[in-house]
């Protein structure tokens, strides 16, 4: 009885410490850099240029998608919620995404392949008031929404 007992606990114990020393993988980031003006005339279009690189896995679609930057101090928006799959400020995107959302703030497009790079770039109609305006924008891959990376776009009108 006791030879059983300890071999059940050990056999426990050898459970317990193989489930305990198991890492997932990490999670890789796409890495994210945008080009665009720091300075603007009110009311004018401007050119938003995102690059997104896929250190790997394979990413199945790649998600941009524009939010408010979140402190009522910093700048009014640039891209805001807009209605029938179009933000207001979206004057054009290339490539063609394949899905934009009904608000129009978030655009999937095709997937990026491990090691490879895509340019996204983004016609934005700067408002008409002077100031700064921002946004916050997050890529990340579709069908992994942790592989996420954000950056601030910040204009000065």
């Known amino acids: 009885m006791i030879a059983r007992l300890a071999l059940c606990l050990l056999c426990a114990a050898v459970a317990l ?20 003006p720091s300075t603007a005339e009110p009311g004018s279009t401007v050119t938003v ?5 896929n ?22 928006p640039i891209v805001d919620v807009g209605t029938g799959g179009r933000a207001e400020a979206v004057a054009g995107v290339t490539p063609d995404p394949v899905a934009v959302s009904p608000d129009g703030v978030i655009y999937r497009f095709e997937g990026l392949a491990e090691g ?5 770039a983004f016609e934005l109609v700067l408002p008409k008031a002077s100031g700064d305006v921002g946004n916050a924008v997050l890529v990340s891959d579709g069908s992994v929404p942790q592989r996420a990376k954000g950056i601030r776009l910040s204009i000065a009108l």
């Open 17 to 36: 410490a193989g489930t305990s020393c198991y890492e997932p993988p990490p999670i890789t980031k796409p890495d994210v850099t945008a080009s665009f």
């Open 116 to 120: 490879d790079s895509m340019e996204i």
């Open 49 to 53: 240029t995102l690059t997104v690189s």
């Open 55 to 76: 250190p790997g896995p394979e990413m199945e679609s790649v998600v941009v998608a524009f939010s408010r930057i979140g402190d009522p101090e910093l700048p009014d």
